[in-house]
């Protein structure tokens, strides 16, 4: 019998947190006659002392949240608690504090919202301490395995898409090749929709090996069409022709920049001689304030949650599949890996318009 | 052996009729070599002489028009060309014409990008003269069978959540209950998914009958819990409870006004003694322009119509099922048709937020 | 020696009301040490007893306010203190019961925010009570004198543009005639501001008499030069050409519909023998996300406001004036009544680029 | 008597330039009965042979340029007409090629829109070859003298903002104190409005000296106070705190990237122990739509520089100043550059929302 239930973000924030925090709230506390407590900063709000953690009311879930990117939960910075780095440099498994502060909530179940790696480590903490886990799938990478989309990744598509809307006129005007480099850090989604989207010329993705001679083919063959500028979108995971890493360029303790965009900027203007610019898109993508689809495929979801701790059902991810919501088994959403199908719809999409992927 | 193809659309416009139109014409000379006319207005185009159509430039497919909303090419106003109205009144078969301006033009197949009324007319053309059809699925209300999403209709949401998102805070300020009605000629999935993504507290479709009473009991309710303001989303072809059409009033000779929207609102006043105001949101949800979606699907679309006509698959309408273009037969889209389902997914999520569907 | 302060929102709500409130109480409290007391929905907060009021912690004014429409006070709804409408419909002055509020507060002075109807009774308000009034300019009608700009119309412009500019595409798509009511219970900058950014090809304003006949010979020389379609604004205090008001419908008890841009889509339509639709945008205009120069603008009276207090100097409004906040007699900006000049920049750019008045 | 006009952009792309464009044909062809010869990238487009120009015709002046960002023109990209770099690297003075193309169109005058650097060109061109100049002011700085507004400016304060409100939740969810990089090359206008309007916690322009330390002051107060995350924005031209310029890391060829946003965002992180990340926000402040204000001034200058043409008064900017156009001298405009005012209105307003210049 379910009285009490916790719920955590875990994981780069994206748009939409807030809107499943609301539908678990009003379905569970009005339809339910449950509590929820919202567990502060993931993992680290129950390994804490005191336990960070509200219990949250459902009049306060305001539909001003709907709108609001980003998490009020906080998410969790600080660490993998089977290897949380100590003050002292050394990695502590800490994984029973977490445990513990689950117990002493009184909790009857947990709802993880996060990408694969944080259901990882919830399913390690859930196997060992046997939580009650159900999973919420949100990565805007949109790489989960099982379902059709993730939370996050349309609204991030969208401002990627208005990043190219808004390149292309000074790019005409300039008489420019702008690249514009997208989140995706194994999964080239953002990169691939968004180009299709945008109108990008050339669209440089993981899953697709490139050699920059046939990019900046294209930008020529551009040219000779009498066109005198060109997008290309390229996705943070992208690595050189070669299969490197591009060399982060550290100025000072922390920060770090350059990357693949300025790498593909830099060879495009020396193998081509057109004026090039970057772009990074970088923390802009996750902030925003989720679009309608965002918010609704959220909701559903964080209802359904819900409905899966009601029915018993637990270590199963709900998932977006064919205009509904079901769920799996999160063992199954994590192996199931999701990177762009080199053959799939988007793709040949893609080069039906023309667009290169530099292959 | 095809050569020359046509394009038209057909019905209301929406966003992301020149995405299509930009990927049929690029896929269609670039890659396959054929020439693309765009057919002015619909059959329209193809009953005037001389017959309204131009060659399609794949170098003027500008990105711009990714950006457009509505239809470069105009669409289908004047009328059904099996009962064309004519200037005394009458109505003529003029189904011959169409299927002459075809000939005339040496057309090898004809896209069609239309929703169900649009695909009759067109596949009994196709059916009388033996013209070579493929449709595109349009419709702002997403009604169309075997496909997740018809083109405008995700475009249609944004700009129906953007405007609950408006009313929200005027609301608030100023203690009302908003009535927003929108567009959803039979199906009422732009209430329902804006419902949900705007935090509405009362959904109203055609596919759900209502009492007028639990609604106002929803207000109250709220109210009762502190909350000053309200928000309802209505479907245009919502009636009374009673199954009458609300009496739209005229005032001059065209134009008409008043609705459901006006009704909700009147009888909401009477019955809670709340302040209410009504929005009707009408054509502004069809000319913005297109969201990202819609941009992506359009253009998958577009590609794919030119593969089925390279196959010599024709009679078909390409689909948008699991994340991939299929397509299946036109007539079984029409038949198909896709209310909300009482029961699905989006109608529970809206159950489970505490949403009303006055039922 | 000022120790506390008050502060209203009163009128029709606007974008910026909360940014103006989040500055009063960060510079108020943190800068000066004062109390900021937030007064519920205008001089209703006063008037009740207990008083509604508030006391504003710096720490809680988020920088989330600044995206918020409405205003988080609530707004005057309930009537003017002078002839308050009692339960029996009989009108009381309860003048007294307000300015005792203010003193109950213990209230060293007040800022009203609001239009020239709110500022009159403030301004009466103080005078008979003593009350230590500063005024911040709130209208979305910009109809308030010596100050370039009130806070809200800014916004309301951008809404405006934004609809014709959805109303574009689908305008040219259906070869239609759009016509936009947009608000202005008085003058016409609304209409005339968006008119131009917009892309109007008729602008009509309550300030420039009209003739139907002209806006429809404009209509007809458009369509004589090959364009399809036409938008016309208006401005909801537009008349018919008789100067006669719009006779607005009434379907139930309390909500009205119908109104000017109905008629003048009507008259359009015989006259022209186009087909036409028109667009009401009501509240749509006021609870959106302030826009930066709102916002900018409401700060920086905020601020100012915080500083006429400070120096004693009361019975004054904050102003925008070349750049720079300055600040006028109340009366002075209510009298100078500021009305769109027929001959002025904006009109004379209209008619530069053909707009019609229908004049 | 003027029968053929030249219009041309210069320098830097921005929001606003082709409603200019449009507003100059419409008023000029329709309403005097002159030619407007569009000149392609500037000077550039007068320097070719045969002359780059094209004849602009009223009825393609769409208001679909009205919300295009960039210039359909082209902007000057290849160098100042009298230092011109050559293929061997040579500059060679090729300003009476220039002059030449005025006359080989015969124009009878020459409206410039560009800056103070293009301004100065111009205007020596004007003086060498008894040129009829008009200049139109824009520049996304807003550095121009004796006019309040530039055209490109307010769209650009727009994005900035945008991107303020967007990093704020991702900030809040991680603890992150975010450093946003915006244009300004000399000016701080857009980090200082946009600041403001965005809620920055700290804003960093050229005119106001700071240190890095009172900077990090401000991130621990914040911090003190209970919030977990700060905003900071840095106009581009903002040095060290030892007035060095940051030097800017070359990867490859062309391309840079790096500077000031980085530099603030590393020392923060050294100072305050914070996390901090940058985003430099680029490119993407030149090309978006449009806003209204933009679209209307843009207009307004360029209906009267047509007119300042008709009444025969050249070597003269438009300006805008107290809701009006007026005209000023070029050149006194170019003297007069307009920094931020240290003790204006909006440095006063930030300062009293508590917002730190690290001075």
């Given at each position: 019998?379910?009285?009490?239930i916790?719920?955590?973000?875990?994981?780069g924030?994206?748009?939409?947190?807030?809107?499943?925090l609301?539908?678990?709230?009003l379905h569970?506390?009005?339809?339910?006659?449950?509590?929820?407590?919202?567990?502060?900063?993931?993992?680290?709000?129950?390994?804490?002392?005191?336990?960070e953690?509200?219990?949250?009311?459902p009049?306060?879930?305001s539909?001003?949240?709907l709108?609001?990117?980003?998490?009020?939960?906080?998410?969790t910075?600080?660490?993998d608690?089977?290897?949380?780095?100590?003050?002292?440099?050394h990695?502590?498994?800490?994984?029973?504090?977490?445990?513990?502060?689950?117990?002493q909530?009184?909790l009857?179940?947990?709802?993880?919202?996060?990408?694969?790696?944080s259901?990882?480590?919830l399913r390690?903490l859930?196997?060992?301490?046997?939580?009650?886990?159900v999973?919420?799938?949100?990565t805007?990478?949109?790489d989960?395995g099982?379902?059709?989309?993730?939370?996050?990744?349309?609204?991030?598509?969208w401002?990627?898409t208005e990043?190219?809307?808004?390149l292309?006129p000074?790019?005409a005007?300039?008489?420019?090749?702008?690249?514009?480099?997208v989140?995706?850090?194994d999964?080239?989604?953002?990169?691939?929709?968004?180009g299709?989207a945008?109108?990008?010329?050339?669209?440089l993705?993981?899953?697709?090996?490139?050699?920059?001679e046939?990019v900046?083919?294209k930008?020529d063959?551009?040219?000779?069409?009498?066109?005198?500028?060109?997008?290309?979108i390229?996705a943070?995971?992208?690595t050189?022709?070669?299969g490197?890493?591009?060399?982060v360029?550290?100025?000072?303790?922390?920060a770090?920049y350059?990357?693949?965009?300025?790498?593909?900027?830099?060879r495009?203007?020396t193998l081509?001689?057109a004026?090039?610019r970057?772009?990074?898109?970088?923390?802009?993508?996750?902030?925003?304030?989720?679009d309608?689809?965002?918010?609704v495929?959220?909701?559903?979801f964080g209802v359904?949650?819900?409905?899966?701790?009601?029915?018993?059902?637990?270590d199963?991810m709900?998932?977006?599949?064919?205009r509904?919501?079901?769920?799996?088994?999160?063992l199954?959403?994590?192996?199931r890996y999701?990177?762009?199908?080199p053959?799939?719809t988007l793709v040949?999409?893609a080069?039906g318009?023309?667009?290169?992927?530099?292959d």
């Amino acid at each position: 019998m379910i009285k009490r239930i916790g719920i955590l973000t875990s994981g780069g924030d994206c748009a939409g947190l807030n809107a499943v925090l609301r539908a678990v709230v009003l379905h569970a506390t009005s339809n339910k006659g449950w509590e929820v407590l919202g567990l502060r900063q993931g993992t680290a709000g129950l390994m804490a002392r005191p336990v960070e953690a509200e219990l949250l009311d459902p009049y306060a879930m305001s539909s001003v949240l709907l709108r609001q990117g980003g998490t009020v939960l906080g998410t969790t910075n600080r660490g993998d608690p089977f290897a949380f780095p100590m003050a002292d440099g050394h990695l502590l498994d800490r994984s029973e504090e977490v445990i513990e502060g689950y117990r002493q909530l009184g909790l009857d179940a947990l709802i993880g919202i996060g990408g694969d790696g944080s259901f990882r480590i919830l399913r390690r903490l859930a196997q060992q301490g046997g939580l009650n886990l159900v999973g919420i799938p949100k990565t805007i990478d949109n790489d989960l395995g099982l379902t059709e989309i993730s939370i996050g990744h349309d609204t991030a598509v969208w401002i990627a898409t208005e990043a190219l809307d808004r390149l292309q006129p000074t790019a005409a005007s300039h008489d420019r090749v702008m690249v514009l480099e997208v989140m995706g850090r194994d999964a080239g989604h953002i990169a691939l929709s968004a180009g299709i989207a945008g109108g990008a010329d050339a669209i440089l993705i993981p899953e697709i090996p490139y050699s920059m001679e046939r990019v900046a083919q294209k930008i020529d063959d551009i040219k000779r069409q009498g066109r005198n500028f060109a997008l290309v979108i390229v996705a943070e995971a992208v690595t050189t022709e070669h299969g490197e890493p591009v060399t982060v360029t550290h100025v000072g303790g922390k920060a770090t920049y350059g990357g693949i965009g300025h790498y593909v900027s830099d060879r495009l203007a020396t193998l081509t001689g057109a004026e090039t610019r970057v772009t990074v898109l970088g923390h802009l993508q996750r902030g925003a304030p989720p679009d309608p689809r965002d918010r609704v495929i959220a909701q559903a979801f964080g209802v359904h949650a819900v409905d899966l701790i009601d029915a018993g059902k637990f270590d199963r991810m709900v998932a977006w599949q064919n205009r509904r919501v079901i769920d799996v088994p999160i063992l199954e959403a994590i192996e199931r890996y999701q990177a762009v199908d080199p053959d799939g719809t988007l793709v040949q999409t893609a080069r039906g318009l023309g667009i290169s992927f530099g292959d």
